[in-house]
């Protein structure tokens, strides 16, 4: 699974692209390259957070899920979808302490790791990372709050039409990023069922709001959508 490649090209390309490291010098930068490794994900590994509480990883390629699971009932509730140039765990960095997440790679997924003591040394030697860090966490606590808002007030349709704007790329008005996840994952996304997504996405088709293909979905009518993520009714009206 972990492949050495401390210095190489691909490593100092992904820390030169990290909002972490921008702006750094270029000695700074291939002493801080030389700190990692590569490591590979074949699709569907999964780890837990305690197994991962020593390393500080940062995504070159590939979508990794971040999810908590309900043992009793199998239920899933996926926090962050992370992508390239995302890092993680941000809170065991700035916190020693564990929570119970767990990390699945929903394709091949490749990514730097370096021991996350030798990530806590360069938060005292560049106190500039410290900055960086506050927007990508502020990032992550507005997806949660925005969740806990939605799950509280909207009905299904609008939290699935909300997902769906949210992952639309707003140069291209092309669906990315969630375009091929199963109806389970996009559920996990929203905290419903696969049952419960299929049938709405169903009923989005039959309304011309998107196309459906195998693995594949695509909005073919972005005002409908808009129409549906803002018009649904409030759960307490």
């Not at 709001?209 to 972005?222: A, D, F, P």
Request: with cysteine; glycine share 4%; aromatic share 8%.
């Amino acid at each position: 699974m972990n492949q050495k490649g401390k210095g190489n090209a691909l490593g100092l390309k992904t820390i030169e692209n990290s909002i972490l490291f921008k702006d750094f010098d270029k000695e700074s930068l291939l002493l801080i390259a030389s700190q990692f490794i590569i490591e590979k994900w074949p699709a569907h590994t999964c780890s837990s957070c305690y197994q991962l509480r020593h390393k500080f990883h940062i995504i070159i390629s590939g979508r990794l899920k971040v999810f908590k699971t309900d043992k009793r009932t199998g239920r899933e509730f996926t926090l962050f979808l992370l992508r390239k140039n995302d890092f993680f765990d941000v809170i065991t960095l700035i916190e020693d302490c564990s929570h119970k997440l767990y990390y699945e790679s929903l394709e091949d997924v490749k990514m730097l790791s370096t021991p996350i003591l030798i990530v806590r040394r360069w938060l005292i030697k560049y106190p500039i990372l410290n900055q960086r860090l506050l927007p990508y966490l502020g990032k992550q606590l507005l997806n949660i709050e925005e969740y806990a808002v939605n799950h509280t007030l909207l009905e299904i349709p609008a939290r699935l039409a909300s997902l769906i704007l949210k992952n639309i790329n707003q140069e291209s008005k092309k669906l990315e990023f969630i375009n091929d996840l199963s109806n389970e994952e996009i559920a996990n996304l929203i905290g419903s069922t696969r049952a419960v997504v299929n049938r709405h996405f169903q009923e989005f088709k039959h309304e011309g709001i998107l196309k459906l293909g195998r693995k594949k979905m695509e909005v073919i009518n972005l005002t409908l959508l808009i129409k549906k993520a803002t018009n649904s009714k409030n759960l307490f009206n």
